[in-house]
């Protein structure tokens, strides 16, 4: 029987046979006369038909036994014979047979750990951010080797290249290998030491990060460009221009935006953004100008059914989405250097509070005596900040302010 699999429909299946997923190809779960659910994959080899079991429903769930599915076809793929990961990990004391004869590939593994570390971690895009990085930099060198075999010059391979031009993100990166390959050790997948660790192996041949760094800041739009600059954006007709307008009108980091829902927004004209969202684990509220309105007003009509504030078909950008658009305008600069031009701006052009341009970047504040006497999140002067700075970015004289 082919049919497309929910959780209700596996819930109440009972009469003994096999069922195919109509989703998921070559995905099936068996119900034995006994009353037993298990899940297999299914596919042909040189004109044989083979199963390979992936585990007992309901504690191998829809979702997983699909992941594990798409996971063992994705390799059939590429050429290779279907090797389930996770009953590696799953017999810890023949793992590291298991790994050298059949091959625990790098990439199979690292998405693994992501998935199941997945909801330990705040915030959801952690892991998608984690991924990105691994399958740019690490998986087109270290995918397809066998974790037991991957040294310190394969690591070398994938940060050298990297180390002093996109320092911060290779450090992260590197901080990721080593997480994963110390759950590689653990499981006894492994029985080499990790070739990503800093101390006593790669600070012995890579400079220390904030040594590279130097100090460097976010590239940033001189200020006398920013109203041309939005202009160029109100020209486009496209949701991440909208998007890109809105992160600027309101100082805000990326994740804050492409990770904005519609819940979020209180009475039209203040936004909430749940600590779990924020850099600092504290909800931060952002009052919206008429102008920042209106975006969200165009954003809804192009895709009414969604969740987020900024989507398409009711997907949320991605993270690279206003850098991409950037590029296509010709810019080299980075979206966060906007927040710097909006800081350069309060300084140099207003008589705005210093620590009020603080709070509306939602920065931490560094002295614990302040933090603690300082209660509210002065809202009523970021208010009027932020009505300033969109006027500023809209090229909008004292009349027009006026007028409006």
Same mark, same amino acid.
């Given at each position: 029987? @082919?049919?497309?699999?929910?959780?209700?429909?596996?819930?109440?299946?009972?009469?003994?046979?096999?069922?195919?997923?109509?989703?998921?190809?070559?995905?099936?779960?068996?119900?034995?006369? #006994?009353?037993?659910?298990?899940?297999?994959?299914?596919?042909?080899?040189?004109?044989? &038909?083979?199963?390979?079991?992936?585990?007992?429903?309901?504690?191998?769930?829809?979702?997983?036994?699909?992941?594990? *599915?798409?996971?063992?076809?994705?390799?059939?793929? +590429?050429?290779?014979?279907?090797?389930?990961?996770?009953?590696?990990?799953?017999?810890?004391?023949?793992?590291?047979?298991?790994?050298?004869?059949?091959?625990?590939?790098?990439?199979?593994?690292?998405?693994?750990?992501?998935?199941?570390? !997945?909801?330990?971690?705040?915030?959801?895009?952690?892991?998608? #951010?984690?991924?990105?990085?691994?399958?740019?930099?690490?998986?087109?060198?270290?995918?397809?080797?066998?974790? +037991?075999?991957?040294?310190?010059?394969?690591?070398?391979?994938?940060?050298?290249?990297?180390?002093?031009?996109?320092?911060?993100?290779?450090? &992260?990166?590197?901080?990721?290998?080593?997480?994963?390959?110390? *759950?590689?050790?653990?499981?006894?997948?492994? &029985?080499?030491?990790?070739? *990503?660790?800093?101390?006593?192996?790669?600070?012995?041949?890579?400079?220390?990060?904030?040594?590279?760094?130097?100090?460097?800041?976010?590239?940033?739009?001189?200020?006398?460009?920013?109203?041309?600059?939005?202009?160029?954006?109100? $020209?486009?007709?496209?949701?991440?221009?909208?998007?890109?307008?809105?992160?600027?009108? @309101?100082?805000?980091?990326?994740?804050?935006?492409?990770?904005?829902?519609?819940?979020?927004?209180?009475?039209?004209?203040?936004?909430?953004?749940?600590?779990?969202?924020?850099?600092?684990?504290?909800?931060?509220?952002?009052?919206?100008? #008429? /102008?920042?309105? $209106?975006?969200?007003?165009?954003?809804?009509?192009?895709?009414?059914?969604? $969740?987020?504030?900024?989507?398409? +078909?009711?997907?949320?950008?991605?993270?690279? *989405?206003?850098?991409?658009?950037?590029? !296509?305008?010709?810019?080299?600069?980075?979206?966060?250097?906007?927040?710097?031009?909006?800081?350069?701006?309060?300084?140099?052009?207003?008589?705005? &509070?210093?620590?009020?341009?603080?709070?509306?970047?939602?920065?931490?504040?560094?002295?614990?005596?302040?933090?603690?006497?300082?209660?509210?999140?002065?809202?009523?002067? /970021?208010?009027?900040?932020?009505?300033?700075?969109?006027?500023?970015?809209?090229?909008?004289? @004292?009349?027009? #302010?006026?007028?409006?």
């Amino acid at each position: 029987m @082919n049919t497309a699999f929910t959780d209700t429909f596996l819930k109440n299946l009972a009469i003994p046979g096999r069922y195919s997923d109509r989703d998921t190809r070559g995905l099936s779960i068996q119900i034995k006369k #006994q009353g037993g659910k298990y899940w297999t994959f299914r596919y042909l080899k040189g004109g044989t &038909r083979r199963d390979v079991s992936l585990g007992a429903y309901p504690s191998v769930t829809l979702r997983e036994a699909r992941r594990r *599915a798409t996971q063992l076809r994705s390799q059939l793929f +590429e050429g290779l014979s279907p090797e389930p990961s996770w009953k590696v990990m799953e017999k810890p004391e023949a793992a590291v047979r298991i790994a050298v004869e059949n091959g625990v590939y790098f990439s199979q593994f690292a998405i693994d750990c992501i998935e199941a570390k !997945r909801s330990e971690w705040r915030n959801k895009k952690h892991a998608d #951010q984690w991924l990105s990085t691994l399958k740019t930099y690490a998986f087109p060198i270290l995918g397809h080797k066998n974790l +037991e075999e991957i040294d310190l010059e394969d690591v070398l391979k994938v940060l050298s290249p990297i180390w002093t031009t996109k320092t911060e993100t290779a450090s &992260r990166l590197r901080g990721r290998l080593e997480w994963i390959f110390a *759950a590689a050790i653990t499981r006894k997948l492994r &029985r080499a030491e990790n070739p *990503a660790a800093w101390r006593g192996l790669l600070a012995t041949v890579l400079p220390k990060p904030n040594k590279v760094k130097s100090g460097k800041h976010h590239a940033a739009l001189p200020l006398q460009e920013v109203p041309s600059f939005i202009k160029a954006l109100q $020209d486009l007709d496209c949701v991440s221009a909208l998007a890109l307008e809105f992160l600027i009108l @309101n100082a805000n980091r990326t994740g804050e935006v492409i990770g904005a829902l519609r819940s979020e927004l209180n009475s039209g004209d203040l936004w909430i953004i749940p600590g779990s969202r924020m850099k600092a684990g504290k909800p931060h509220r952002v009052p919206l100008t #008429q /102008r920042s309105r $209106d975006i969200l007003t165009i954003a809804a009509s192009k895709d009414p059914g969604s $969740d987020y504030l900024f989507s398409r +078909e009711g997907r949320p950008l991605s993270n690279m *989405a206003m850098l991409a658009l950037m590029r !296509r305008l010709g810019s080299n600069l980075t979206v966060h250097g906007f927040r710097s031009t909006f800081r350069d701006w309060v300084g140099e052009m207003t008589e705005h &509070r210093s620590e009020v341009a603080e709070m509306a970047l939602a920065h931490s504040i560094q002295n614990k005596t302040e933090a603690a006497y300082r209660r509210g999140d002065l809202l009523e002067p /970021r208010r009027a900040l932020m009505a300033d700075w969109g006027s500023f970015c809209l090229g909008l004289t @004292n009349q027009d #302010q006026q007028a409006r």
